[in-house]
């Protein structure tokens, strides 16, 4: 499991030799979040030098994000906001890296083992494939005609969001997007949802109950976290790429608020060298700070 991650500036993060096996040349990640126990990860990484790899299979569900440089894979080349993903045991042709490329990267399901091979896995479902895509060519949707959010469920439309679906599995509901709110942009509720969710903020930037977002900053939220009061910038709005583990269907509570309870016996009024505890808060880096209101949940 993925400890909750809300929220964390990448700049806070050190670097760590890149995981990735049957490649030539160096690279380096941080690591946004990381599931220890099956090695799921969200990373960004750094091609410190010209990076090559063979065609070949991924255990784990993998997409790769081009924040800036160049990347070749098969024959297509990629340039900032380039996408590819490619579900575990499917096909990948040879890829190449420009020496300062930047990326995200994402693994899901599995690890960093790679197989230098020449076709699928016989555990490859036949809707599974590679998608290559440039999402800067791709027009932005109105989020009423392309969200991922089931109506059928209960699921409202946002009014001033945008989209580009970038890939969704078609068994799990599993989907990777690009969002963007118009300045100004504001949605009032606090809302939670059946799935996870996590984004790295691309470019201008949001308020909401548990901080401030900016470029660069990153959350991965589990399932049924209240989360919401979102105002984006009033200049520039805000974009995020965003994945959910499932189907999106937002419930909504007014008014939220949670109250820690218990009776103090040697700590508060008449114990002036004691301090009340905690509330508990998910992991955040340094950058961000303290959140301010962490009843509002």
């Not at 090695?39 to 960004?44: D, M, P, T, V």
């Not at 939220?256 to 301090?275: C, I, K, L, Y």
Request: aromatic share 12%; glycine share 8%.
């Amino acid at each position: 499991m993925r400890p909750h991650v809300e929220i964390v500036d990448e700049r806070d993060l050190i670097w760590h030799i890149a995981e990735f096996q049957h490649a030539t040349g160096t690279a380096e990640q941080r690591n946004l979040s990381y599931d220890e126990e099956d090695g799921s990860a969200s990373l960004k990484v750094r091609f410190t030098s010209d990076w090559s790899r063979p065609a070949g299979v991924h255990q784990a569900d993998t997409e790769w994000y081009v924040l800036s440089g160049q990347v070749v894979i098969g024959d297509t080349t990629l340039g900032a906001e380039g996408y590819w993903t490619a579900p575990a045991g499917v096909w990948t042709p040879p890829v190449t890296v420009t020496e300062g490329t930047e990326i995200l990267l994402f693994r899901e399901y599995g690890d960093w083992h790679f197989e230098p091979a020449a076709s699928d896995r016989e555990t490859v479902r036949p809707d599974q494939a590679l998608i290559v895509l440039d999402s800067a060519a791709m027009p932005w949707i109105d989020v009423r005609d392309g969200s991922p959010m089931r109506f059928d469920l209960g699921g409202t439309p946002v009014p001033g969001l945008y989209i580009k679906l970038l890939h969704r599995d078609e068994k799990t509901g599993f989907y990777t997007r690009l969002i963007k709110a118009k300045p100004g942009w504001r949605e009032v509720p606090l809302a939670h949802h059946p799935c996870s969710e996590e984004a790295y903020c691309l470019d201008g930037a949001f308020d909401y109950n548990f901080g401030k977002m900016w470029p660069g900053t990153y959350f991965w939220r589990p399932p049924l976290i209240r989360h919401g009061d979102f105002t984006a910038d009033a200049e520039k709005g805000c974009t995020w790429l965003i994945r959910s583990d499932a189907d999106l269907v937002d419930w909504y509570t007014e008014n939220a608020r949670v109250e820690m309870h218990g009776d103090a016996t040697n700590w508060g009024d008449g114990f002036p060298q004691s301090a009340a505890p905690r509330w508990i808060e998910p992991v955040r880096s340094r950058s961000v700070g303290r959140w301010d209101t962490p009843t509002y949940q």
